[in-house]
């Protein structure tokens, strides 16, 4: 069995201040995370991924994420937010070679000036 | 660029009028994907290509079809269109082993009439 939360549906933060989308997740595998991000109508953008390498993970545009498997969490976060910051954000959990996905339900960010 | 191509961008149905939508890599990627997502709501899982090996979610209506004739191309077919099958096709490519991440094509925005 798989799942994954993400505990805030939207988030709302200043323009300058940092971000903190929070993910959770349980997995009979080994699984392997990402966070995707996706802004209107637009296909999905690989942020950053965790593969059993190291737990602190950096991706682009200056997001971060930190594996902590005592916890299941896989929270993303960025030091200073950006306007082009605004857009959705999944995590999504992969079982590995058993081809399991599951996606968290989403975090809208929103970046206010 | 390598990259995932997803034609029509915008695709008006009548209802009960069959559609084909269509998705091609240049990423000889060996697993293909096909996901529904309708307002503000999660990527949905419809199926995957291992290669030529054919993978449908559980919850998958008949209605919806795919066909993968090469490495390259891969279509969702919906034989009748409700309008409740009005959302975003998204198609996804990975390779089978490695970290599994997930390269998305634009979306097919999907209006049924």
């Known amino acids: 069995a798989q799942s994954v939360t993400q505990l805030d549906s939207h988030v709302s933060v200043s323009e300058g201040t940092p971000v903190l989308l929070r993910c959770n997740y349980s997995?009979?595998?080994?699984?392997?995370l990402f966070w995707y991000v996706q802004h209107p109508n637009k296909g999905l953008q690989l942020l950053l991924k965790?593969?059993?390498?190291?737990?602190l993970v950096k991706g682009i545009n200056g997001f971060e994420a930190e594996f902590k498997k005592s916890e299941t969490s896989f929270h993303l976060t960025k030091p200073s937010a950006h306007m082009s910051d605004a857009a959705e954000y999944f995590c999504?959990?992969?079982?590995?070679?058993?081809?399991?996905?599951?996606f968290g339900t989403g975090t809208k960010l929103q970046v206010i000036p | 660029d390598a990259m995932v191509i997803q034609n029509p961008r915008y695709q008006v149905t009548q209802f009960g009028k069959p559609v084909t939508l269509s998705c091609s890599q240049t990423?000889?990627?060996?697993?293909m994907y096909w996901y529904q997502q309708k307002s503000s709501q999660a990527p949905k899982l419809l199926f995957h290509?291992?290669?030529?090996?054919?993978?449908n979610e559980a919850d998958t209506p008949d209605n919806f079809q795919s066909r993968r004739p090469n490495t390259s191309f891969c279509f969702l077919d919906i034989r009748s269109p409700g309008l409740g099958d009005a959302a975003m096709y998204l198609c996804?490519?990975?390779?089978?082993?490695?970290?599994?991440?997930?390269?998305f094509g634009p979306g097919t925005r999907l209006t049924v009439t």
């Open positions: 965790y593969t059993s390498a190291a737990t």
């Open positions: 990423l000889n990627h060996n697993v």
């Open positions: 996804a490519t990975s390779m089978q082993t490695g970290s599994y991440e997930q390269y």
């Open positions: 290509y291992y290669d030529k090996d054919f993978n």
């Open positions: 999504v959990v992969h079982s590995g070679g058993y081809q399991k996905v599951t």
């Open positions: 997995s009979s595998y080994s699984p392997s």
